[in-house]
C-alpha cells in the first residue's frame, strides 16, 4: 500500500483505504475516492495530483491525496 502521491502517471490503482477525519473521508467519498474504486493518476503538479475517477477528472491537493492509500 502506498498514498496517492506516489503512483505512477497513466497507471490504474485501485483504492485500499482512505484516512482522515470524518468530514474529510466524506468528502472525498463524495468526489468518488471509496475503497476499491479505481483511480488513475493523470499528472503531479507541484505535488498536487490531478487523477480521473469515476469518469471525471479531478485535482486533489498533496494533503488529500496523502490520506488516499492505493
Do not use: C
Not at 468518488?32 to 474504486?37: C, K, L
Not at 498536487?48 to 469515476?54: E, G, T
Request: hydrophobic content about 45%; charged content about 25%; cysteine-free.
Amino acid at each position: 500500500m502506498m498514498p496517492l502521491t506516489m503512483a505512477r502517471e497513466g497507471e490504474s490503482n485501485i483504492i485500499k483505504k482512505v484516512g482522515g477525519k470524518e468530514e474529510t473521508r466524506k468528502f472525498l467519498a463524495n468526489l468518488g475516492f471509496v475503497s476499491g474504486g479505481e483511480v488513475t493518476v493523470i499528472s503531479h503538479v507541484n505535488g498536487n495530483v490531478i487523477v480521473n475517477i469515476k469518469d471525471s477528472r479531478v485535482a486533489i491537493g498533496k494533503d488529500m491525496a496523502n490520506r488516499i492509500m492505493v
